[in-house]
């Protein structure tokens, strides 16, 4: 496909996060199963629920658009779970796992919020006023996850880590 146009890089954006949402509702159920701080887990599961409603916002923006929902390949998200997959493999600590399942999961709300947030001026420029709310909706939920997240980073008992 051709990018010459604000519909096509719309377009383009689209698909981009359509795929990434799909990945990380798998990956969300991983970060809940390698997490032992209850709290924590149940963080991810909440917000594999939202990821699921984003992912019907998602596709009532494509049919605002007027294009059926495909998903593009999204080399970023795809980036940050394999270097989540490497950092299993290194069988890491129960604690320091959990925090970096927190530290990982903050790596994809600034990605996903990135996204959406250069997709709602899009959506407004061609005129697809209930895809852009849709769009904001699905931007908030990030927001909110990712602050969720800092404020459980924040309050871990950072002594349970070992330090050496």
């Known amino acids: 496909m051709s990018t010459e146009t604000i519909q096509d890089l719309f377009e383009h954006g689209l698909e981009d996060i359509y795929h990434a949402e799909h990945e ?7 970060l809940e199963e390698h997490t032992e701080d209850d709290e924590i887990a149940q963080a991810f ?25 495909e998903k593009e390949e999204c080399e970023g998200i795809e980036g ?5 997959e490497g950092f299993l493999e290194t069988d890491p600590d129960q604690n320091v ?8 999961a903050e790596k994809t709300e600034h ?12 959506a407004g420029q061609l005129g697809l ?12 939920e990030e927001q909110d996850a990712l602050e969720k997240l800092k404020e459980l980073t924040e309050s871990y008992d950072m002594e349970s880590i070992p330090s050496q």
Do not use: C, K, W
């Not at 939202?50 to 916002?57: L, S, W």
């Open 97 to 104: 796992l959990d925090y970096h399942n927190m530290a990982a």
């Open 111 to 122: 990605y996903e919020i990135a996204a959406y947030g250069n997709l709602i001026p899009l």
């Open 80 to 84: 940050l779970i394999s270097e989540y």
């Open 129 to 140: 006023d209930d895809a852009a709310d849709m769009l904001e909706d699905n931007l908030r």
């Open 24 to 30: 990380l509702l798998d990956a969300l159920e991983d």
């Open 45 to 69: 599961a909440e917000h594999r629920q939202e990821t699921e409603d984003q992912i019907d916002r998602l596709e009532q923006v494509f049919e605002e658009f007027g294009a059926p929902p």
